[in-house]
């Protein structure tokens, strides 16, 4: 039996937070007593709100989020103290070597 050969680390590139670099996201229709709402400019940064909020209370709970908005994950990068290689489901293969998928049995 061989030994067990390390394997480097699976990335090494660290992911940007959404406030620094906004990723493409992918809008859904709501129904009519849901709307979104932005925190970031150009429609950046969305939040869900409920349409039957006042526009005061509306008003108020968007200078909360934008005070607060470091604490919102709109990925996975934004999630403090998790490392990509926890949530990256790649397995790293030894150079060389190739990937085979056998059948089940």
């Given amino acids: ?15 940007k937070l ?14 009519s007593t849901l709307k979104y709402s932005f925190l970031g400019e150009n429609q950046t940064l969305p939040v869900i709100l409920s349409s039957d909020l006042t526009p005061s209370q509306e008003e108020k709970v968007i200078h909360l989020l934008k005070e607060n908005k470091e ?5 996975m990068a934004d ?9 990256e489901h790649r397995i790293t293969l030894i150079e060389g070597s190739k990937p085979s998928r056998e059948p089940q049995r």
């Fill in 71 to 75: 604490a919102i994950s709109w990925t």
């Fill in 18 to 31: 959404s406030i620094e670099e906004t990723p493409k996201l992918d809008l859904k229709e709501f129904p």
């Fill in 79 to 87: 999630i403090k103290g998790i490392s990509p290689s926890v949530y």
């Fill in 1 to 15: 039996m061989q030994p067990l050969e390390l394997v480097g680390p699976l990335s090494t590139s660290i992911p």
